[in-house]
């Protein structure tokens, strides 16, 4: 199983939007609609944001929107705050109870 | 309240082992699969293994299939990852992590650090 493919890095003003890519294949992210997302702050856990593509566990906030396309997910955090800086990682289920996450992408805040 | 809390981290020479623990508690333990996951300093998350909610069925990665037993005892609301034949690239954190319905995972513990090296 190969690591799905996002950008490293990404960056954005406060107040401003920003998109993550998730790029996968046919055999995760292209044949499910369970991509989540999460968010790790530097020495903590990972804290998930998204789940089934486009849903939001409660308590997080509806600044943080999914979506997919073909193998392809995306996360993006609109109206920036600089406690959005952290790492962002999806993770795709790939069958048989196995999944995949993706490479990590660190958002900047301006 | 509702939490998991791994240990039995450590340094371990490289074909060592090492047991990790994962202690449950504020929920259900038995009502939830269970899953590993590590990873290394500096890099990206990696899936380990798996194990469903009565331990009868249980998955593992490639990358540590044959080296690495996932274990729970309901009764003790506890996970265990055995490694064994350990090798420098699973020197990472850690985590256990409570499955969902919706396959994805919602609850991570702090993680415990492995350390391989001579």
């Known amino acids: 199983q190969s690591a799905l493919t996002q950008p490293a890095s990404v960056s954005g003003s406060p107040g401003q939007s920003i998109t993550i890519s998730c790029t996968g294949t046919?055999?995760?992210?292209?044949?499910?609609?369970?991509v989540s997302w999460y968010q790790q702050h530097p020495g903590k856990a990972p804290k998930l944001m998204i789940y089934?593509?486009?849903k939001r566990p409660s308590g997080v906030s509806n600044r943080f929107s999914g979506s997919k396309s073909g193998n392809t997910a995306s996360l993006t955090i609109s109206g920036l705050q600089a406690e959005d800086e952290a790492d962002y990682y999806c993770?795709?289920?790939?069958?048989?109870?196995?999944?995949?996450f993706g490479t990590g992408t660190k958002v900047t805040v301006l | 309240q509702v939490q998991l809390v791994e240990s039995g981290g450590g340094l371990v020479k490289p074909g060592g082992s090492l047991r990790l623990s994962c202690a449950a508690s504020?929920?259900?333990?038995?009502?939830?699969?269970m899953s590993w996951i590590r990873q290394a300093p500096g890099k990206g998350l990696e899936w380990v293994s798996y194990?469903?909610?009565?331990?009868?069925?249980?998955y593992y990665a490639d990358s540590v299939k044959g080296r690495f037993t996932i274990s729970r005892d309901n009764a003790k609301n506890s996970l265990y990852l055995q490694m064994n034949s350990l090798r420098a690239e699973d020197t990472a954190v850690y985590y256990c992590?409570?499955?969902?319905?919706?396959?994805?995972?919602?609850?991570w513990g702090r993680g415990t650090l492995v350390t391989v090296s001579s």
């Open positions: 992590a409570r499955g969902s319905v919706v396959l994805c995972f919602d609850l």
């Open positions: 504020g929920f259900t333990f038995s009502d939830y699969y």
């Open positions: 194990i469903s909610s009565s331990g009868s069925t249980i």
């Open positions: 046919s055999s995760d992210v292209g044949s499910y609609n369970l």
């Open positions: 089934e593509v486009s």
């Open positions: 993770c795709s289920y790939a069958g048989s109870s196995t999944w995949v």
